[in-house]
Nanobody
């Protein structure tokens, strides 16, 4: 099984930026669709953004579009989430997820993903 490990979370003031990273354990990562989800206390796990295996297509939740950017470096088995203009409502645990044997569209639901990281906490203060 592929292992996913998130990093880069922390505490930031509103308006600040963070870059999250998700490192995968094996080279087959290059064939996976990858996504970022987040979960705030008392809320459902929410799709944040995703990217197809070759980086040709990205998708974002309306709440983060224009502020967050997902990218990947298959040579490094790593996917990134750059978060700009952070808001207090962005506070959540952020998870990366992978889906093997997927196509050219971005999977958007938790049920469509095969592999999950343990999460990294992002706190945005007002």
């Amino acid at each position: 099984q592929v292992q996913l490990v998130e990093s880069g979370g922390g505490l930031v003031q509103a308006g600040g930026s963070l870059r999250l990273s998700c490192a995968a354990s094996e080279r087959t990562f290059s064939g996976y669709a990858m996504g970022w989800f987040r979960q705030a206390p008392g809320k459902e796990r929410e799709f944040v953004g995703g990217i197809t295996w070759n980086g040709g297509t990205t998708a974002y939740a309306d709440s983060v579009k224009g502020r967050f950017t997902i990218s990947r470096d298959n040579a490094k088995n790593t996917v990134y989430l750059r978060m700009n203009s952070l808001k207090p409502e962005d506070t959540a645990i952020y998870y990366c997820a992978g889906r093997s044997n997927w196509g050219i569209v971005v999977p958007r639901t938790p049920e469509e993903y095969d592999y999950w990281g343990r999460g990294t906490q992002v706190n945005v203060s007002s």
